[in-house]
């Protein structure tokens, strides 16, 4: 990665703000006045992409991420052939909390060989996914297990590192629950991915080698698909808007978050 073409596809946005999948972090919210406990985060809600789902193994999150071809609606009148994960593209959300044990078992089934690296993760050198350097490709047909703790919290996405397939579509959020909430206390909080795509009229297959696109998806869809982002218009509270982004040496992630 590095190249300008990887950056502006793989800008994510997040927006802070509620969800009911507190079982993902197994504390309880919203309190009783209905208000959000301050002191535990809320999960991220990504519409229109799903969570991944996990099992756990002696204390371990154990997650199974299938690589593999997808078709995507993106429009009502437009499906292309993408590459993602488990069926979605963008790739489902990984959401676990600072300090957990992860385990994420890669299958490959694309016909190409693959590798995953977890974006801006300060996590041992074996497991960051770079194909050739950190370990060797996975080969269509076979899988590989990447387990680390994350002692890290924030906004962060998992993607391919073999060539091209980010371009196909190949990432996915990676949310790090912090011990306790950032202030301010947020209601809501969406991921956003944003995606551009080069898919040439009466083409279904994305252009990989194209400079200009003309197709641009929030979670892999346009607008009219888009699901709203719904905030709790009853209780508008100032707006601040922090930008920052995560340095990796030649990819960086654009993060907002957005009080509601
Ligand atoms: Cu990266």
Redesign the pocket.
């Known amino acids: 990665?590095g190249s300008r073409r990887?950056f502006i596809q793989?800008a994510i946005t997040a927006a802070a703000g509620l969800v009911d999948a507190s079982r993902l972090l197994g504390k309880d919210r919203p309190d009783a006045s209905g208000r959000p406990n301050a002191s535990t985060p809320v999960p991220v809600i990504t519409p229109d992409v799903k969570n991944l789902p996990l099992t756990m193994d002696n204390g371990v999150k154990v997650f199974r991420l299938i690589a593999e071809p997808v078709k995507r609606k993106i429009a009502p009148w437009k499906t292309i052939d993408c590459w993602g994960f488990n069926g979605s593209c963008p790739g489902p959300t990984i959401q676990v909390n600072q300090g957990d044990r992860v385990r994420i078992v890669l299958e490959n089934h694309l016909p190409e060989s693959t590798a995953i690296?977890w974006?801006?993760l300060e996590i041992p050198y074996a497991m960051d996914g770079m194909p050739y350097l950190s370990q060797k490709p996975i080969a269509p047909g076979s899988h590989l297990a990447y387990e680390f703790t994350v002692h890290q919290n924030g906004t962060f996405?998992y993607?391919s590192?073999s060539p091209m397939q980010?371009m196909m579509g190949m990432l996915g959020l990676f949310i790090l629950h912090p011990t306790r909430a950032h202030a301010p206390a947020v209601d809501h909080d969406f991921g956003i991915v944003l995606q551009e795509w080069a898919v040439l009229p009466n083409n279904t297959v994305p252009n990989t080698a194209n400079m200009e696109w003309n197709w641009l998806t929030f979670n892999g869809a346009v607008s009219p698909m888009t699901t709203p982002l719904i905030g709790l218009v009853s209780r508008k509270r100032a707006t601040s808007n922090s930008w920052r982004t995560?340095p990796?040496s030649?990819?960086c992630?654009a993060i907002c978050r957005t009080t509601t």
């Open positions: 990665m990887t793989t690296h974006h801006g996405f993607h590192h980010q995560i990796e030649g990819c992630t």
